[in-house]
């Protein structure tokens, strides 16, 4: 079974946008890809199982997450993502 999964986050503008796909580049490795449409962020992602699938974008959103704060830090921009703590 092959599990499949996109991830739509807008941003406020493109460079926001660009600049979070950018910051987890590297992380993400062959476990996903990263697509910029105008303001939206496009992740998908693909794993062997559901289980592989919930590790991958509990990592993924962690590092979006860390790279959104970066850049609301800096730009001073509105939080993207939820606190996902709560």
Do not use: F, W
Not at 12 to 40: M, P, W
Not at 60 to 84: I, Q, T
């Amino acid at each position: 079974m092959q599990v499949q999964c996109v991830i739509e986050l807008d941003y406020k503008t493109h460079e926001e946008a660009e600049k979070v796909a950018r910051s987890i580049s590297l992380d993400n490795g062959q476990y996903a890809q990263a697509e910029i449409r105008g303001t939206i962020l496009l992740l998908s992602a693909s794993a062997a199982s559901a289980p592989s699938m919930l590790h991958t974008l509990e990592d993924l959103l962690s590092c979006v997450k860390v790279a959104d704060e970066m850049v609301r830090g800096v730009e001073g921009s509105g939080d993207v993502l939820p606190d996902l703590d709560d």
